[in-house]
Nanobody, 123 residues
């Protein structure tokens, strides 16, 4: 059974940092790309970062470039999202998701999703 479990969310002041984790199981990690998406109330779910399980290449949305860093620890089947210089606009539920093959942030292509972790940034 495929599982993606997020952790690490919480409440933080603007300018602060959080590190999210996505623990994956039930599939061959290196065959998949893992992305982080977020969804704020009343807004579309947006892709913010992606990492390829095969070669570690990464993609970032402009909204987080330079502030967020995605990384993976293949031995633990875990992907991390280090979030620095957080802003109130970063407040959302953050989900990780897995797609076979190519690294993309097109959410319709994603096969598996985690339940999400809430990130709240106060001003």
């Amino acid at each position: 059974e495929v599982q993606l479990v997020e952790s690490g969310g919480g409440l933080v002041q603007a300018g602060g940092s959080l590190r999210l984790s996505c623990a994956a199981s039930g599939f061959i990690f290196e065959d998949y790309a893992i992305s982080w998406f977020r969804q704020a109330p009343g807004k579309e779910r947006e892709g913010i970062s992606c990492i390829s399980g095969s070669d570690g290449s990464t993609v970032y949305a402009d909204s987080v470039k330079g502030r967020f860093t995605i990384s993976s620890e293949n031995a633990k089947n875990t992907v991390y999202l280090q979030m620095n210089s957080l802003k109130p606009d970063d407040t959302a539920v953050y989900h990780c998701a897995a797609v076979w093959g190519i690294a993309t942030m097109k959410k319709s292509l994603y096969d598996y999703w985690g339940q999400g972790t809430q990130v709240t940034v106060s001003s």
